[in-house]
C-alpha cells in the first residue's frame, strides 16, 4: 500500500475499498458479533410480567457493531444518523449490516442500558484487547490517564458535571470511568486506575496524568497506591505545590530551541513525608506571535535525568490523539442519552471502535497511521479536530 502523505477529513476522502477490509478485518478477525454477544440490553426479561417483544434486525450485537460503524465513518452525534448514513447502503453492506439504524433505535438502545451492562462493555473491550492487542501483555505496563469533564445544561433542573477518565497503555484504552454521580475527581481517577490494573493483571511501572487529572488530593491518593507517576501541570500549579530552592539552578537545553528548569525534589505542603520533584519546560512558540509554551511537569521519579522524564511527559497518549478529535465523543454536541449510564455507553463503545481501528491500522503497517485511516473512511466532515 502507498503511504498516505496527508489526511482529508472530508467526504471526498471516503476510500470504500479500506471500509470493505476493514468490515471483514472486524467481522473474519476480531469476530465482532461475538465479541458483542454478551451483552443484554435487548434481551432483559421480567418474569413477573412476561412481554413478548417482535425480533428486531438490530439485535444487541448487531446495534453495537451499528455504533463502532458510526465512529469510523465519522457521525459523532446521533443527529448525522440521517442526512449522512440513513441512505448509505454501500457503506452497511461492505461493513456486513444489513442498513444502519435509526436515530430513535440508537437513542432508545443507550437509554436502556443500566450499570451491569456497562460492565459487559468493558468485558468485551478487555476481551479484544487480550485476544488481538498488545497494552495486555506489557511485562512492565505504562499507564496514561487523563481526566476531561462537561457541564450538561438541563433547563429548570439542576445542571450536572460529567468527568470522564480514560486509561491507556500502549497505545489502547484499557479502562474508564464517567461519573453517574457527585464523585470527586480524584476518586474517579483511583477508580479508574484500579480498574485499569485489573484489566492489566499487574501493577503500572508509571501513571501518566495529564488534563484534569492532578489534584491536591490525588497525588497523595498515588502516593497510597505505591504508585510512580509523572503529570503535566501549569506553571502556576506546580509552583504553588513545590518549594522554590534556595539556589535557583540554571536552565538546561533539550534542542534548539527548548529548555529545562530541573527544580530538584521537594517536599510539597500537603504531604510532608513525600518528595515530589519539579521541572519546567519552554517550548517555542506554536504560531507567529504567540506566546513560548511552557509547562511543569511534577514527579515522584527523583533519579532520572530531566531530558527522560519530559520525553515520558511528551509520549503519552492524550484522548485527543486516541479519538482524533478535539471535542468527540464527550463534548461533541447534545449528550447522546438523557441518562448518564447512556452517555457512558456511548462513550465505551466509542473507544472500542477506536481501538479495533488502531488494531487495523496495525495490520496495514508504518505508513497508515490510525489519524490517516480514519481520514480516510470517513464520509462526514469532522470540524475541530
Not at 471500509?19 to 426479561?45: C, D, M, N, P, S
Not at 505504562?142 to 445542571?159: C, H, K, Q, S, T
Not at 457527585?182 to 480498574?195: Q, Y
Not at 525534589?265 to 504567540?290: F, H, I, T, Y
Request: charged share 25%; proline share 9%.
Amino acid at each position: 500500500m502507498s503511504p498516505v502523505t496527508t489526511p482529508l477529513p472530508t467526504a471526498a476522502a471516503h476510500s470504500p475499498e479500506l471500509l470493505a477490509a476493514l468490515g471483514w478485518y472486524a467481522r473474519e478477525v476480531i469476530g465482532i458479533e461475538r465479541l458483542f454477544r454478551e451483552v443484554t440490553v435487548k434481551r432483559r426479561r421480567n418474569p413477573a410480567r412476561p412481554v413478548r417483544r417482535r425480533r428486531s434486525a438490530f439485535r444487541d450485537p448487531m446495534i453495537c457493531y451499528d455504533f463502532l460503524a458510526m465512529a469510523w465513518l465519522g457521525a459523532t452525534r446521533l443527529s448525522q444518523i440521517e442526512p449522512h448514513l440513513r441512505h448509505r447502503d454501500d457503506c452497511a453492506a461492505a461493513l456486513g449490516l444489513p442498513r444502519f439504524c435509526d436515530h430513535t433505535t440508537a437513542h432508545n438502545f443507550l437509554n436502556a442500558f443500566h450499570v451491569a451492562h456497562l460492565r459487559q462493555l468493558d468485558a468485551v473491550n478487555a476481551r479484544l484487547l487480550r485476544e488481538h492487542g498488545s497494552a495486555l501483555t506489557q511485562r512492565a505496563p505504562i499507564l496514561d490517564l487523563e481526566l476531561a469533564e462537561r457541564l450538561v445544561r438541563r433547563p429548570g433542573r439542576r445542571n450536572r458535571l460529567h468527568h470522564w477518565a480514560v486509561a491507556f497503555c500502549a497505545g489502547e484504552a484499557v479502562a474508564q470511568e464517567l461519573s453517574l454521580r457527585s464523585t470527586p475527581p480524584h476518586a474517579l481517577v483511583a477508580e479508574t486506575v484500579a480498574r485499569a490494573r485489573l484489566a492489566l493483571d499487574r501493577k503500572p511501572h508509571l501513571v501518566r496524568l495529564a488534563g484534569l487529572a492532578a489534584s491536591d488530593e490525588l497525588l497523595p491518593a498515588l502516593w497510597r497506591l505505591r504508585l510512580p507517576f509523572l503529570t503535566t501541570v501549569p506553571w502556576s500549579w506546580a509552583l504553588a505545590h513545590h518549594p522554590r530552592p534556595a539556589r535557583t539552578p540554571d536552565w538546561a537545553p533539550l534542542d534548539d530551541a527548548s529548555r529545562v528548569l530541573d527544580l530538584g525534589a521537594a517536599a510539597p505542603p500537603r504531604a510532608p513525608r513525600r518528595r515530589l520533584r519539579a521541572l519546567l519546560v519552554e517550548r517555542p512558540a506554536s504560531a507567529p506571535g504567540a506566546g513560548r509554551q511552557r509547562l511543569a511537569i511534577l514527579t515522584s521519579l527523583a533519579d532520572d535525568a530531566a531530558p527522560i522524564l519530559v520525553r515520558l511527559a511528551a509520549s503519552m497518549t492524550r484522548l485527543r490523539t486516541f479519538f482524533g478529535h478535539a471535542s468527540w465523543p464527550l463534548r461533541d454536541g447534545k449528550p447522546p442519552s438523557s441518562d448518564p449510564r447512556g452517555n457512558a455507553a456511548y462513550l465505551r463503545l466509542a473507544a472500542i471502535a477506536m481501538n479495533i481501528l488502531r488494531l487495523f491500522a496495525r495490520q496495514l503497517g508504518a505508513d497508515v497511521t490510525p489519524a490517516r485511516l480514519h481520514a480516510l473512511l470517513r464520509v462526514t466532515p469532522w470540524r475541530g479536530t
